[in-house]
DNA sequence: TAAACTAGTTACCTTTGCGTAACTATTTTG
DNA sequence: CAAAATAGTTACGCAAAGGTAACTAGTTTA
């Protein structure tokens, strides 16, 4: 378990990964699509998560150049997971103690 | 998603509640039961797991005292997806790019 | 020639997470 | 009287996580 926190275990990391569930994105998708994050934090994000072999980074020398990210198998092995986490908030939502606001 | 995520989003917040899918423990049990994790973080994601609605915090005014913390309904619905991460992590495990030591 | 597009990078700063070690309060036990 | 046990708290500090804003490079389009 604390091995897979030492991958996960940030703020932004499985929001990443539940983003990618269903497609691959360029960078600049995946900024448009998760609301709040930015672009240093994600940037930063997707090159750990490649690291620890979660995400592929796929690089098409083009003009204008696109890069697509998308889950390796070890990543996809996460998605029911992330569905279930996602959803588990929504079944149990209640007003946060502390006044912070998540869009 | 993101809601999710404020909650649980820390390397050891989701492995106290790992520790927890299966009993009650006091506080010096989690401490002992939780390699690497200092008092401080515990006390301190403890109460927030409370404030989150995830544990329970139960004080028992005996001699010398007692606390026991427990799951909530809200908290046990993370189990099998806390027991799912675990597994994960063992099914793909490959040796850590970053020379990170994880007891 | 200037603007737009893509995928970032860089500099700078703040906040949060986390660690260590020492200390507290209360009562029982030796 | 001192030590042990329980459940923390407190002080201090470091490193990681995260935010903002400006900038880069190469090419295409107006």
Redesign the pocket.
Known sequence: MQRSMAIL????KPVIIYTLRDRKA???QLDALIE??????L?S?LKELEEDGVILREEYRE?????EYSLTEKGKALIPIMCQLAKWNEAYYQEPVSTELIA
Chains 1, 2 share one sequence.
């Not at 275990?9 to 932004?12: D, L, N, P, Q, V």
């Not at 003009?63 to 890069?67: F, G, Q, T």
């Open positions: 275990g940030t703020r932004w360029r960078f600049g709040n994050i930015s672009r240093k934090v940037t994000s003009l204008p150049p696109r890069v």
